[in-house]
């Protein structure tokens, strides 16, 4: 954590979710992590209705909508102390994709879809999900969609294929993106985004894709989604017809803030356990780990990298409070990637310096090996990422890209 940007509610703050994450979180997370999520759902069930108590609950909501009401800024930066631990945003309820959801519809529901799908979401009621990624269409390029949404009567019928609608299993709704005008001459106006109920007719959650041999379950899986035929009323329409890029947008710019500063959560800890181990494993009588010059030298390097990526990232929220999402679409472009990768390395030197203990589920960084490889493909794969900062560069240099 850096002085530069914390306010005195932060420092107010910091220690009530210190002291909950020492005393009920690390203790158990382990745990939580290694068997069937289901198996975990009352105990997570009480220590949720314990943060809602201590007033620490859903700390990118305004205290009206129940929450704590921080800033972008204020928020990184409890965000990251939570991404220390696997179960920490859940447990706060600012977990991805629910606070996203949450974002859009506060912003662009109607007042119905708000009190009932908002409300119950932000009290960590119901769970929600979000299908956009279609298996049969490059992801990177979200302008191609096959799903349908077609208006009949007082409903849109919606029928297409979605996978990694993450936490799928068990979610009350999903907010579904689907074409509604496929003549439109822009592709940017063809589609919409939709929610649909869940249970609904036309409707099916086909399996939870494994992940590195992991199917998962309930919060901690990837749904592969079918919609055939599928009806829901038209007012189940979020923001305007032909919107939903627009709104995809809106939603993925503090979306990255809110995972970029999670990654540096999970940085942190990962930096500390290879810290800790470096420091007690002996070599033999005289030598331990630390005392090795390659292991000093990642110590050294993961040091830099996670100060670097962190003061990126506060950066990127700041200029973003002040100046909205667009004026920071390379800064948001260039922390995606940068601290996507920052991660991958931490965990990987962390797993390095542990040795096959690092590759067991003894320690939590295998968990986060499998998870978050990910991070350099979910909301933009890097590739997408650096060609759009380095276009943006280049245009300033006179170079055009058209076709
Ligand atoms: C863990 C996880 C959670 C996810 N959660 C959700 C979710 O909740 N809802 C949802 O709708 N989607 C979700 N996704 C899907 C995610 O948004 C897509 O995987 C992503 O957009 C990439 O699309 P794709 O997988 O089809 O890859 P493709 O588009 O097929 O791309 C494959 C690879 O090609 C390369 N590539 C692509 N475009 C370019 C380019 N322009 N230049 C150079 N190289 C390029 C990249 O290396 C990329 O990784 C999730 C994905 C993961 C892995």
Redesign the pocket.
């Given at each position: 954590m850096t002085n530069l940007f914390l306010t005195e509610k932060i420092k107010s703050l910091l220690p009530a979710y210190l002291q909950f994450l020492n005393e009920e979180v690390y203790p158990i997370e382990l745990a939580v992590i290694n068997r069937p999520f289901r198996q975990s759902l009352p105990l997570l069930k009480n220590l949720r209705a314990k943060t809602k108590e201590k007033k620490l609950w859903a700390p990118h909501l305004s205290e009206k909508d129940g929450g704590v009401g921080l800033t972008l800024v204020e928020f990184a930066q409890i965000s990251e102390l939570l991404g220390s631990s696997p179960i920490g945003h859940y447990l706060f309820n600012c977990q991805a994709?629910d606070i996203g959801n949450m974002e859009l519809l506060h912003g662009f529901a109607s007042a119905e879809l708000k009190k009932k799908y908002l409300v119950p979401l932000m009290n960590g009621d119901i769970r929600s999900?979000?299908?956009?990624?279609e298996p049969e269409l490059?992801?990177?390029?979200p302008v191609r969609l096959a799903t349908t949404a077609k208006r009949e009567g007082n409903d849109y019928v919606i029928n297409g294929h979605?996978w990694?609608?993450?936490s799928a299993d068990g979610a009350s709704f999903t907010i579904v993106m689907a074409v509604t005008d496929a003549q439109n001459p822009s592709p940017y106006l063809r589609a919409s985004m939709i929610l649909v109920p869940i249970p609904n007719e036309g409707y099916e959650l086909a399996r939870n894709v494994p992940i590195m041999g992991e199917a998962g379950e309930d919060y901690i899986s990837?749904g592969e989604v079918r919609f055939t035929n599928c009806p829901v009323p038209v007012s189940n329409l979020i923001g305007e017809e032909g919107k939903g890029f627009a709104l995809a947008q809106a939603r993925l710019g503090p979306g990255r803030i809110h995972h970029c500063m999670r990654w540096i959560g999970i940085c942190e800890r990962a930096f500390d356990l290879m810290c800790q181990r470096a420091a007690t494993r002996k070599l033999d009588e005289h030598r331990y780990l630390g005392h090795q010059q390659i292991i000093q030298a990642w110590i050294a390097e993961c040091r830099a990298e996670i100060n670097a990526a962190r003061l990126m990232v506060l950066h990127t929220a700041y200029e973003m409070e002040q100046a909205g999402s667009k004026a920071v679409k390379d800064e948001v472009a260039a922390i995606k990637f940068y601290v996507a990768n920052v991660l991958s390395n931490v965990i990987d030197k962390a797993i390095q310096v542990h040795g096959a203990l690092g590759i067991t589920d003894d320690t939590l960084l295998s968990f986060w090996y499998r998870h978050e490889r990910?991070a350099r493909?979910?909301?933009?794969?890097?590739?997408?990422h650096k060609?759009s900062l380095a276009k943006s560069i280049l245009k300033k240099y006179g170079l055009s890209f058209t076709g």
């Open positions: 994709p999900c979000f299908a956009m990624t490059a992801g990177s390029n979605k990694f609608t993450s990837h990910a493909i979910y909301d933009g794969p890097d590739e997408v060609t």
